[in-house]
């Protein structure tokens, strides 16, 4: 593992080629599980409209509860859940993808769509093994 400026300089990387090659991909960001906290995330590198959400416990919104169940969590239509936080008034559709440490969550990969039922099994695949590459920066 590389220190951590080197490490945010690629997860910004990855951020930037996913939003600029894949069009339904408005916001592309990582949240790091904190250090110094209990159970809590905090914004990483990220591309898109700056978000209000930069620190969020395990279990809320979309991006705590896949921090709590260690597992990807794919939402089509976000005015469907109950435990969401909005970053915009335009997302429609959500992936979540975790970054996972010999099996422990560290991280996570968060995505955010204008377009609703757009978020694929092929995305699905390809966030999954860039965040099992991912982990290795860690
Ligand atoms: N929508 C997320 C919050 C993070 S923003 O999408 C960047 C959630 O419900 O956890």
């Not at 976000?78 to 969550?105: Q, R, T």
């Not at 996570?108 to 390809?126: V, W």
């Amino acid at each position: 593992s590389s220190d951590t400026s080197d490490r945010d300089e690629k997860l910004y990387q990855i951020c930037q080629l996913l939003e600029s090659e894949i069009a339904v991909f408005d916001w592309v960001g990582f949240y790091l599980v904190d250090p110094e906290a209990d159970r809590q995330l905090v914004l990483g590198p990220y591309v898109g409209e700056p978000t209000d959400h930069t620190r969020i416990p395990f279990g809320k919104g979309i991006c705590g509860q896949a921090a709590e169940t260690n597992e990807t969590f794919v939402v089509q239509d976000v005015n469907k859940e109950d435990n969401y936080l909005a970053c915009s008034i335009h997302v429609k559709a959500e992936i979540v993808v975790p970054v996972k440490k010999n099996g422990e969550f560290i991280a996570e990969l968060d995505i955010d769509s204008h377009t609703k039922d757009s978020m694929t099994s092929e995305h699905r695949r390809l966030l999954e093994s860039i965040c099992g590459q991912v982990s290795a920066l860690f």
